[in-house]
């Protein structure tokens, strides 16, 4: 066993939702509780007057959070129900991240080399994907699509030229480090997909956020046709070992 003693149900979930002021917090757990409702019943939950939950309503539906349609049952004023629009769901915790981490930890102590395999699988898919839009650009071009394939994938990624003519990318976020902090895989696989992305430039990664920095850098340099690869010692372990 991992010897692991936390668990998700024991951390401390923390979520997006958590930085609206209170009234528009309480407005969106209601009508996620609720689902569609009315600016009446949602006043009567919350225990304010009719006039100040619409407003607040209006606010959010300016901002996207929530959406609203006319029903007309019968004679009269049709009623204005309200519903979260697709927005607001990513403001409410998620724990993808944990759960990830979880079934890991569950495949390692069953058969430890499986984790491999699925981070290299995983390497592999980005490795196709990436080649597609790296393929036959030259070499400062697919720096920087290799930097903007990363940004979308969530690293918040940048490049630069450096003095001695190289590259600097800088991964200022680690999209997957619920998973990296506790499976060395995916940081051995993250360096190993830009080196096959880039077969010809030498990738030195020279900052690590696991073990400490602020940010994943990576140094490329473009190795003249015909010399062989020589790579140095990357800062950080290729595969860190299981906790526990």
């Not at 509780?33 to 009446?40: I, M, N, T, V, W």
């Not at 994907?129 to 994938?153: K, M, N, Q, S, T």
């Not at 010809?200 to 140094?219: K, L, N, P, T």
């Amino acid at each position: 066993m991992n010897g692991r003693t936390d668990t998700p149900a024991a951390r401390t979930t923390h979520s997006a939702l958590d930085e609206l002021p209170a009234s528009r917090r309480a407005l969106l757990v209601a009508l996620r509780k609720q689902g569609e409702s009315g600016a009446d019943a949602l006043a009567t939950t919350l225990g304010v007057t009719p006039s100040a939950i619409r407003q607040q309503l209006r606010g959010l539906v300016a901002a996207g959070l929530v959406a609203h349609r006319d029903e007309r049952p019968g004679p009269g004023r049709p009623r204005r129900l309200y519903r979260l629009g697709p927005a607001a769901d990513g403001l409410f915790p998620k724990t993808y991240g944990e759960l990830t981490v979880e079934l890991l930890d569950y495949v390692r102590d069953e058969d430890p080399e499986l984790v491999g395999r699925l981070f290299e699988r995983r390497r592999r898919a980005r490795v196709v994907r990436a080649g597609a839009r790296l393929a036959g650009r030259p070499f400062d071009e697919r720096v920087a699509e290799l930097a903007r394939i990363l940004d979308e994938d969530g690293y918040l990624a940048d490049f630069e030229r450096t003095d001695d003519g190289g590259y600097r990318v800088t991964e200022h976020n680690c999209a997957i480090l619920a998973v990296a902090s506790d499976h060395g895989h995916a940081c051995s696989s993250e360096i190993s997909f830009l080196r096959e992305a880039m077969p010809d430039a030498d990738i030195r990664r020279v900052s690590h956020i696991i073990s400490g920095s602020h940010a994943c850098v990576y140094e490329l340099r473009e190795r003249p046709a015909g010399e062989p690869d020589h790579p140095e010692r990357d800062v950080g372990p290729s595969a860190l070992p299981p906790r526990g």
